[in-house]
């Protein structure tokens, strides 16, 4: 038993110690973590970014502005018009038939690069100077510069509304999403063609993006931006390049419109892999350019956060898992759910908002957060498992067990699973071993829950209470069985019961007992033990017993009790009648013995509170005669005022005394003394009765308080061997102890300790 405390004793800490070990661990993780996860949100090259942009954007994509007209070079018209390049006197006629129709601005997405006929590059020019409202594209040409238009481009140039490039950028998949506002040589930065048009339209905004440091010295680029284009089914209107300039297209459809000239024919101009490519093929620039503009003008142009403030971010939602799961473990699946749900909707929702923040390094993040909590919590239980099994194993075999074949040693998964068998088969066998026990217990056995509800009842019990009792209520049993204080109705908690013997509706003699079943740990009761006792046998022998006693007491005592009057009527008139006087005082005395030892030995003791003092008195008065008959002194060392306080059945233990203080007179020589003393200790009150009488030889002593017996020291005494062994039984039934001391020659010491009451 000692074993097994000192075991639980350390049970506690080692799972502490486990715990903080996985919090500190936890602790270095997410210090390896959080810095991780910032390295990835700083990571434009992240593959999962793109997919995710892709993938939300399409959830939010922009309405067309019907501002917006294309004029496309498409395929009816190079059938109509004839092979690229055209003359360059049919993009003059072209912005004239526009001109007239008085746009808001002409976007022209086509680069003059092939040289043409000076008279017709004249007339462009001019068409461009009467517009007013046309702008021009640039191209880049190498690493470090535009491309330079020819002498005959010049006066072009100078009547454009502006110039403006129309460069995209490509990500590492090879799709276009994004470009620069503003990007060329340093010291001639030009701004993004649609973003021209944009201020052609009378809008009054800052710049989308966020101004650079220039990267490299031949070329700078600033304001970058995420293009954000249209659904895939959506379609900006626009009409055929070849209608407009046939006049085809009535002029109140491109009044007030900002009208981007490009081309749309397959195999011929600039065109790009987009995120709308998988549904609607590549697209071509002018698209490009409606989209820019398209997002411009609605003020949903998609700007990249600071990289610092999506770093923070992500890191943050790290953060918080990772406390979570520490705070929450059991909840770990649905917080990490719940995190990436969080990322992704905040990332949906800033893309709505004109700002992107990608969460594939929060997601990262938060999935090996989940994953290295659930191993290392996996692999601390493992361990925690394999402590409790193996000091489960351990511990002192209250029962034989069955022992497989031990797992392989290497593998420790299954070393484990050994140990767990072992142990489960080891509760089963001892849950048979119990169940089997309780069946042959002598008594009435039940074990209930803490509610009272019987899980398990023996033979005796059922048949005691007449019933299968399993999952029966024990109180609702008790109060069919007729316990007593259940019959006003009331149902009070089990440890409230009352431990009382009664007799049932059969008339049946049971005492209750009742016992709390305490887990390893704690004092909270996990059930309760009930017995019950029959004990109709023995309360029927003890009526025969009472019944004796009061034939021998009283009865019997009579018939003695008349002879001995008649003797003293004959006093003297023959010396037989002496004799036979004296054998009836014999036999009355023998049977006032057995009287008192029966009474000793019952169980109708009624104990009270009494002074200890008044017993002693009561005693001394009884032996007063004789002692003074024989010339005894008896001498005490306490007086009526003691307040000595004892739980007694005063009528026995006042005999108790009187026997003790008896067989000291009977066995002390004239003209002795015996002694009483008493002290109080610690609880106890010892009483010690000395005398100055022959003494008991050493090796009668074991036997001084059974029954008839008489020792050599007694000789010349009248006596049965009754007295002290009914003193024995008193004063063990007041929880007391009594011993002897004894030297031959000098006397003999009893002494008697009997528990005082508290305060």
Known sequence: MMLWRKTEKRHPTHAQRLFHGLVREWLWIGLLLLPFTAYLSLSPGLALNNPLYDSLRRLTPLPVDPRILLVTIDDPSLKKLGQWPWPRSLHADLIDRLSAAQPAGILFDVIFSEPGDPT????????????????????????????????????????????????????SDGVVRS????????????????????????????????????????????????????????????????????????????????????????????????????????????????????????????????????????????????????????????????????????????????????????????????????????????????????????????????????????????????????????????????????????????????KGNILLANRIAREVFGNVLVNENLLEQLADLGYPPLHNGVRPALSALELVEFRDIHQRSLRMELAPLLPAEGDVALGWLLSLTDLSKEREAQQHRETMLRFL????????????????????????????????????????????????????????????????????????????LKGIHLVHDLDEADEGMVSADQSLLTRALFNVLENAIKYSSSGTTVRLRHSSAQGWLECRISDQGPGIAEEDLPELFSQYRRFDSAQGSEGLGLGLTMVKAVVERHGGHISCESVVGKGTTFSLQLPLLDD
């Open 120 to 171: 017709h590059d004249k007339r462009l020019a001019e068409s461009v100077c009467n517009a007013g409202n046309v702008l021009l594209p640039l191209v880049r040409e190498g690493t470090a510069s535009y491309s330079q238009p020819g002498a005959q481009m010049l006066p072009l140039l100078k009547c454009a509304k502006g110039v403006g490039h129309i460069n995209v950028e490509a990500d």
């Open 179 to 450: 470009l620069y506002m503003r990007e060329g040589p340093p010291d001639a930065t030009a701004p993004q063609l649609a973003w021209l048009a944009y201020e052609m339209s009378g809008e009054l905004s800052e710049m989308p993006g966020e101004p650079q440091q220039s990267i490299t010295q031949s070329w700078h680029r600033e304001h970058a931006i995420r293009i954000p284009f249209i659904a895939p089914h959506a379609r900006f209107p626009s009409v055929s390049y070849v209608s407009v300039l046939r006049g085809e297209v009535p002029p109140e459809q491109l009044r007030n419109r900002l009208i981007l000239v490009g081309s749309t024919a397959s195999g011929m101009g600039d065109r790009f892999v987009t995120p709308l490519s998988s549904t609607v093929g590549n697209t071509a620039g002018v698209e490009i350019q409606a989209n820019v503009l398209n997002g411009l003008l609605q003020g949903r142009s998609i700007v990249d956060l600071p990289g610092w403030l999506a770093a923070l971010m992500a890191t943050s939602l790290v953060a918080l898992l990772l406390g979570l799961l520490l705070y929450r473990p059991r909840y770990a699946l649905w917080m990490t759910l719940g995190c990436m749900a969080t990322s992704l909707l905040g990332a949906w929702a800033l893309l709505r908002l004109g700002h992107w923040w990608s969460p594939a390094a929060c997601l990262i993040g938060l999935l090996l957060s989940y994953l290295i909590w659930n191993w290392r919590r996996l692999s601390v239980i493992i361990a925690y498992f394999g402590w409790e099994l193996t000091r489960l194993d351990n511990e002192p075999k209250v029962l034989p067990e069955r022992r497989r074949a031990p797992a392989s040693k290497g593998d420790v998964l299954q070393a484990r699973i050994f140990a767990l068998e072992q142990a489960v088969s080891r509760t089963r066998d001892t849950r048979r071993f119990m169940a089997d026990g309780l069946e042959c217990l002598p008594v009435a056995t039940l074990i209930t829950d803490p």
């Open 553 to 628: 007491s009283h009865d019997l005592r009579a018939p003695h009790s008349a002879i001995l009057a008649l003797l003293d009527v004959h006093n003297g008139e023959s010396p037989v009648f002496a004799q036979i006087e004296q054998q009836v005082r014999r036999a009355l005395s023998l049977t006032e013995s057995f009287v008192q030892l029966a009474k000793a030995e019952a169980d109708g003791y009624q104990f009270q509170p009494t002074l200890f003092a008044m017993l002693v008195m009561d005693a001394f008065d009884q032996v007063a005669v004789i002692a003074h």
